[in-house]
């Protein structure tokens, strides 16, 4: 790691001298390193992000995506946050595999309506081989249409990333959601290896990867800083990286949990700029509930890709016509 550190101004907050004097990004970021971003005062935080962003991308270009569930609820896992999992009592109404022509359908209006990219998402733990089927068939025809195709389907078996790849697949979503010390208050169906295995056998067949987390499920800055740097420190940090805004439902274990201040939403994204400089990250879920001048320090912060569309996969997002009148005031173009 390179580093120019001239500490001659003797100021009391040296650990923040040395984060801004660094000329170059650490090839493995220690978690201190995030925390002593995140403790950076929020302008000197912003102007380091905003200068990160400006030599990686296009600054006033957003990607966007939408996204479809194609099959909902009846999950089994017990994701705290989840309100698809079938054991937690919420008002989502559990629905088959949808069909193929109904997929294209909203790929085909996805398209007209601006998105470059469409993600389908399914509550599943992991496909079966007959599940996988004919989301193999959706992904062919849905990159037929031109767009770009990203599917989040849960754990992948030994096969099933290949087929994937060979159907046409540009984008596998799988997150890590938090830090590795409190997955286990959030989800214990699945382990945190588990969820990096999955994320092996896409890397392995050359799919990009996007993964990312949750922020304001209870945990602390310092385990904010812990899944930026577990995502960062990746052999290939991914390509796309989600952060979400908890949203909480009704139902779910962690439904009335104390809220997240906005600026430490927006610290974040900005850390995920600053250790992921060539990453697309993308301001996710919770923008429903986000003031638009928060996203708008968001965007400032580095972060570059939104879904678009009324709907995530069960909860509300911005309406399209919303989100195009904030691009407009901001000069956002779409990418
Ligand atoms: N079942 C698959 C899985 O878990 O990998 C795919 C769908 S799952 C709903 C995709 C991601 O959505 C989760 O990993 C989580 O990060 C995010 N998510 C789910 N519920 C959320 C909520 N209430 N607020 C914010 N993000 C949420
Ligand atoms: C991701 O990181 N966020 C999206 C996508 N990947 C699949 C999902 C957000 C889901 C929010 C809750 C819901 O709508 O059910
Ligand atoms: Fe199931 Fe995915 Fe929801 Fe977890 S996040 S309960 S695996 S749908």
Not at 99 to 105: M, Y
Not at 172 to 186: C, F, I, Q, S
Not at 273 to 287: D, E, H, K, Y
Request: proline fraction near 4%.
């Amino acid at each position: 790691m390179q580093e120019s550190v001239i500490d001659i101004r003797g100021l009391d907050n040296a650990e923040r001298i040395k984060v801004q004097l660094r000329t170059e990004a650490p090839k493995r970021w220690q978690v201190d390193d995030i925390v002593a971003l995140f403790e950076l005062p929020f302008a000197d935080l912003m102007h380091r992000a905003q200068s990160i962003h400006r030599e990686n991308f296009d600054p006033n270009g957003v990607q966007v995506s939408t996204l479809l569930s194609i099959k909902t609820g009846g999950c089994s896992e017990d994701c705290g946050y989840c309100p698809q999992a079938a054991r937690y009592h919420t008002d989502v109404e559990k629905q088959d595999l949808m069909q193929l022509e109904e997929v294209l359908a909203a790929a085909r209006a996805a398209k007209e309506n601006g998105a470059s990219r469409f993600c389908m998402g399914a509550a599943w733990r992991s496909p079966k081989q007959r599940d996988l089927e004919p989301v193999l068939k959706m992904i062919q025809e849905v990159k037929a249409m031109g767009l770009e195709t990203c599917a989040t389907l849960g754990m992948l078996k030994d096969g099933q990333a290949e087929q994937l790849k060979e159907a046409g697949l540009d984008y596998y979503n799988h997150n890590l959601d938090t830090a590795p010390e409190y997955y286990g208050d959030v989800i214990t169906t699945r382990t945190y290896q588990d969820r990096l295995d999955t994320l092996e056998r896409v890397r392995e067949q050359d799919i990009n990867v996007c993964c990312g987390g949750i922020i304001g499920m209870g945990e602390s800055r310092v385990q904010r800083a812990g899944l930026l740097a577990q995502l960062a420190n990746m052999e290939r940090p991914p390509e796309s990286v989600p952060i979400n805004l908890l949203t909480q439902v009704e139902g779910t274990p962690m439904y009335g949990m104390d809220e997240l201040d906005p600026f430490e939403f927006v610290r974040t994204i900005a850390a995920a700029r600053i250790t992921m400089p060539q990453s697309f990250v993308r301001l996710s879920a919770g923008r429903q509930s986000m003031h638009e001048g928060i996203q708008a320090l968001c965007f400032l912060a580095g972060a570059n890709s939104i879904f678009y569309g009324e709907k995530l996969l069960t909860t509300d997002n911005p309406e399209a016509e919303t989100d195009r009148k904030l691009f407009d005031k901001l000069g956002i173009h779409p990418l």
